[in-house]
């Protein structure tokens, strides 16, 4: 079975940005699209959102709203890097970014975009709170994807 489009979720993290290698071999295997994913898991949202103003590195208080769109601004410059990464390499790549609880949304955007396959990294081996969710994420994405998985460690 050819894979020629995959959806690439990722969070950013050592272990999905050691993911983008697994999905350039598999330009070799037939994969002409890749979609790429990330997904502001609505849980930090919400962390936030239980103090009205956060303090922040330069010790001026921060609205909510200004928090959001700096995680949505940066969120997005990371977004574009892997996509033009993945383009250099001759993908034709389509770049989403949702907001929401990341199994359900990529499980969503999995019917959305018809993919053939979801390339997904596994939990890190570090301290670092996004690859500890990013771990319950990838397991659960296994056990209710209709489509083949593969979860890079």
Same mark, same amino acid.
């Given at each position: $079975?050819?894979?020629?489009?995959?959806?690439? +979720? %990722?969070?950013?993290? %050592?272990?999905?940005?050691?993911?983008?290698?697994? &999905? /350039?071999?598999?330009?070799?295997? *037939? %994969?002409?699209?890749?979609?790429?994913?990330?997904?502001?898991? @609505?849980?930090?949202?919400?962390?936030?959102?239980?103090?009205?103003?956060?303090?922040?590195?330069?010790?001026?208080?921060?609205?909510? *709203?200004? $928090?959001?769109?700096?995680?949505?601004?940066?969120? =997005?410059?990371?977004?574009? /890097?892997?996509? &033009?990464?993945?383009?250099?390499?001759?993908?034709? &790549? %389509?770049?989403?970014?949702?907001?929401?609880? +990341?199994? /359900? =949304?990529?499980?969503?955007?999995?019917?959305? =975009?018809?993919?053939?396959?979801?390339?997904? *990294?596994?939990?890190? @081996?570090?301290?670092?709170?996004?690859?500890?969710?990013? *771990?319950?994420?990838?397991?659960?994405?296994?056990?209710?994807?209709?489509? +083949?998985?593969?979860?890079?460690?």
């Amino acid at each position: $079975m050819i894979f020629e489009k995959i959806l690439f +979720p %990722t969070d950013f993290s %050592t272990v999905a940005n050691k993911t983008i290698n697994y &999905v /350039k071999k598999l330009k070799e295997a *037939g %994969t002409k699209k890749v979609v790429v994913l990330h997904v502001i898991d @609505k849980r930090v949202i919400d962390a936030i959102a239980k103090y009205e103003v956060i303090r922040s590195k330069d010790h001026h208080n921060k609205s909510l *709203g200004t $928090m959001e769109k700096e995680i949505i601004e940066d969120r =997005q410059k990371e977004l574009e /890097k892997i996509v &033009v990464v993945l383009e250099n390499h001759g993908f034709e &790549v %389509t770049s989403i970014m949702k907001s929401g609880t +990341p199994v /359900k =949304q990529i499980l969503k955007t999995e019917e959305e =975009q018809d993919v053939s396959a979801i390339v997904i *990294g596994s939990h890190g @081996k570090s301290s670092k709170v996004e690859e500890f969710f990013m *771990g319950l994420v990838s397991e659960r994405v296994i056990r209710r994807s209709k489509k +083949p998985v593969l979860v890079v460690k």
